[in-house]
C-alpha cells in the first residue's frame, strides 16, 4: 500500500505520449469481417478506467479474471462504435483485430468514451482496449491516481520501494504528474505564443516612439510659426 494512492492502473501507451500502437480493426466475425478501419488498441489493465476515470457508457469494463485461454474482450470507444456500426451501442458484437499474425476475434463488452491520447487539442480517435492478462505485453506504464495533498516525491519514493520489494530486478523508469506531461506538450506552443506577444509588443513599442516622434516634430514647427506671427504682431488668438 503507497500512502496517498485512490486507485492503480496501467497501460501500455503513456498518456498524452501519442498513439503509436495503430491497427487494423474490422467489425464483424472471421467468417465475415467488414471495412477494414484504423484504431488505436492498448493493452490495459482492468482498473485502467477507473484510474484515467473514463465513463462506461454501456456494458463492463475488462475483467481481472480473463486470461489468454477465453475469448478475448474488448472495450471500445464510442468513437470506434460510431465508425464501425453506426451507432455507439455495440455491446455482444465482434471485432477482428490485427495483431501480428493472423486476425483475432474480439468480444465487445463495453463501450467507453472518448479519450484524447495524443494531445489535449486533437480529436479523439477510435480505440480499442483489451486487457494485458489476456494479451500480455513487454511493458507497461503504471498509473496512479493520488489524493489532492499527495505530494509526488514522496509517493514516487513509496512506490519505488514497494516495486523494489516485490521485483529488485524491475526497473522503474521516469516519473512523472500528468499535469507534468500536458506541460511538456504544450511548451512548443506557448513557446510560439510568448514569442508572438513579444514581437507584438516590439511592434506597439515602434508604433508609440514614431507616433511620439512626429508629435513633437509637429510641436517645434508650430512653436515656430507662433513666434513669427507673435513677432509681426498677430493676436495670441
Known amino acids: 500500500h503507497v500512502p496517498g494512492v485512490m486507485a492503480v492502473g496501467a497501460s501500455v501507451a503513456t498518456p498524452l505520449g501519442g498513439a503509436p500502437f495503430s491497427r487494423t480493426v474490422r467489425a464483424g466475425s472471421p467468417a465475415g469481417p467488414g471495412e477494414a478501419q484504423s484504431a488505436e488498441v492498448l493493452n490495459v489493465s482492468p482498473s485502467y478506467f477507473q484510474t484515467m476515470r473514463i465513463p462506461l457508457i454501456e456494458g463492463v469494463g475488462l475483467a481481472g479474471g480473463d486470461d489468454g485461454s477465453g475469448q478475448l474482450r474488448a472495450v471500445i470507444s464510442k468513437k470506434t462504435a460510431l465508425s ?3 451507432s455507439p451501442s455495440a455491446v455482444g458484437r465482434h471485432l477482428q483485430i490485427a495483431f501480428v499474425g493472423k486476425p483475432v476475434d474480439a468480444e465487445v463488452v463495453g463501450v467507453a468514451g ?22 500480455p505485453v513487454p511493458f507497461m506504464t503504471l498509473l496512479l491516481r493520488g489524493t489532492g495533498t499527495s505530494n509526488l516525491v514522496r509517493m514516487s519514493s513509496a512506490l519505488r520501494s514497494a516495486i523494489r520489494d516485490e521485483d529488485r530486478l524491475q526497473p522503474v523508469g521516469r516519473v512523472a504528474t500528468l499535469e507534468g506531461l500536458l506541460d511538456e506538450r504544450l511548451a512548443g506552443r506557448r513557446f510560439n505564443a510568448i514569442l508572438f506577444a513579444l514581437f507584438a509588443a516590439l511592434a506597439l513599442s515602434l508604433a508609440l516612439i514614431g507616433i511620439v516622434a512626429q508629435v513633437s516634430n509637429s510641436v517645434v514647427r508650430r512653436t515656430r510659426e507662433i513666434g513669427i506671427r507673435a513677432s509681426i504682431g498677430a493676436s495670441p488668438r
Open 84 to 86: 464501425l456500426w453506426g
Open 114 to 135: 472518448d479519450s484524447r491520447l495524443i494531445s489535449p487539442d486533437q480529436e479523439p480517435v477510435s480505440t480499442v482496449y483489451v486487457s494485458y492478462l489476456q494479451r
